[in-house]
């Protein structure tokens, strides 16, 4: 063929689309047959009696990347091995000696997965070929990049544990469209920051609603070493600050200070503690009432002092507050012109009896003030002792019951509310 174009140039050139025609059509390499099948331009998905067709998932691999309590979003990879039937694909082994041939992704129809839930979801395909079989099945590998919402329950946090639906569909719609067959899945790189993927399986709410079910679990150490065990060691030293005496002020003082350092202390974590959902968590309100003890505790000791020093708790009125200064200042009065009596005065007879009846009622006045003011301080620590106990006791309580609760109580949410029927 090639010395006759090279004899007869001018015929050859006349006819040489007819030519490649020939030598194309002799073609039985795998290229060849590339060609061949890209040329049919298949880019709609495959029709039959049904409407319908089915996507294997032989191996389906899940990744959770993150979980964001703030938004309550859970960020997720996922990589799935899909193939399918396309008899228009096929071609005869008889022609074409191979089994197998690979093609571009984007001169045929392939299938496209998404998840429901997902507030952004992003498809790929893991390269820019695919495999295809002699017998028409086509072999694909697609990567999924979500950010998925998740009601994650925080009710128990920082001992957080709850599932998380992951929704895998489909395009379908009025009978017609893809349907998934899903084989085995793989759960991969199970942690990630303060979260850990427990476990991760199929299940299916109906033959068209598969998902995946996500279970994770909050690792409580370091959310519990940085916002839990504080709280607990403050109230527990706001207890122990009761063996400092009661005059003196130096117990008021380290009071106002655990109550300022508390509030310095949930003014610098907010940033750490979880969104509000709808079981909201419950360690908001536990740092509310921690708050409420340490406030109660340092009003009570600032009362109980003034009691013991003033022996009343009646400090508004001016009436009330000026009497004991004056009667005071009287009294101090009396005790200076005793005390001048005694030193200007040379005693004799009924001048020495006076004096004498000065000092005694003097020397009266003064045990009576001191024992008013034992009494006042016996009745102050009494009442401090009483008060102690019910802090103790209650703030002892209190911490166990906000533990149990923590641990044990499940607070229902509903996961799969994106399915509206």
């Not at 790929?124 to 994650?152: M, P, Q, R, W």
């Not at 991969?188 to 279970?215: F, P």
């Amino acid at each position: 063929m090639k010395k006759c174009c090279k004899k007869y140039s001018n015929l050859c050139s006349n006819f040489s689309p007819v030519l490649e025609l020939v030598d194309s059509s002799n073609c039985t390499s795998r290229r060849c047959l590339s060609n061949v099948l890209i040329d049919k331009n298949l880019l709609s998905q495959p029709q039959n009696d049904s409407c319908t067709q089915e996507v294997r998932v032989p191996i389906l691999e899940y990744q959770t990347l993150e979980v964001n309590t703030k938004q309550l979003h859970l960020l997720i990879l996922l990589q799935a091995s899909i193939e399918w039937e396309d008899p228009e694909l096929a071609w005869d082994t008889s022609v074409y000696k191979f089994d197998e041939v690979i093609l571009p992704v984007d001169k045929i129809w392939t299938p496209e997965l998404f998840v429901t839930n997902a507030i952004t979801s992003t498809l790929k395909h893991s390269s820019a070929n695919v495999l295809v079989y002699s017998n028409g099945t086509v072999k694909d590998n697609l990567i999924i990049n979500a950010e998925v919402n998740c009601e994650v329950n925080l009710f128990n946090y920082p001992f957080a544990y709850d599932v998380c639906p992951v929704a895998v569909q489909a395009w379908g719609t009025d009978k017609c469209g893809t349907t998934l067959k899903f084989g085995d899945l793989i759960l991969t790189d199970n942690s990630h920051g303060d979260w850990q993927t427990v476990d991760a399986d199929l299940q299916k709410k109906r033959d068209d609603r598969n998902y995946i079910h996500v279970e994770l679990k909050l690792k409580s150490t370091n959310p519990f070493l940085t916002l839990m065990l504080p709280s607990y060691l403050i109230i527990f030293v706001d207890i122990v600050s009761f063996a400092l005496p009661l005059r003196g002020g130096g117990r008021n003082a380290f009071k106002v200070t655990l109550v300022l350092s508390f509030t310095l202390f949930i003014n610098i974590l907010n940033s750490q503690l979880p969104g509000d959902s709808e079981c909201s968590p419950i360690i908001r309100p536990h740092f509310c009432i921690c708050l409420i003890f340490l406030v109660v505790s340092m009003v009570v000791s600032m009362l109980t002092t003034r009691l013991s020093l003033e022996g009343q708790l009646v400090f508004c009125c001016w009436s009330k507050g000026s009497a004991p200064k004056i009667t005071e200042n009287k009294e101090q009065n009396e005790d200076e012109e005793i005390k001048a009596d005694i030193s200007t005065i040379q005693p004799n007879g009924s001048e020495n009896s006076q004096i004498l009846r000065k000092v005694a009622k003097y020397l009266e006045t003064h045990e009576t003030n001191e024992a008013e003011k034992e009494r006042q301080h016996k009745f102050a620590d009494m009442l401090d002792k009483t008060f102690f106990w019910i802090y103790f006791l209650g703030g002892l309580g209190y911490l166990v019951i906000m533990t149990v609760i923590m641990l044990n109580y499940k607070c229902e949410v509903n996961h799969f509310d994106f399915w509206h029927n």
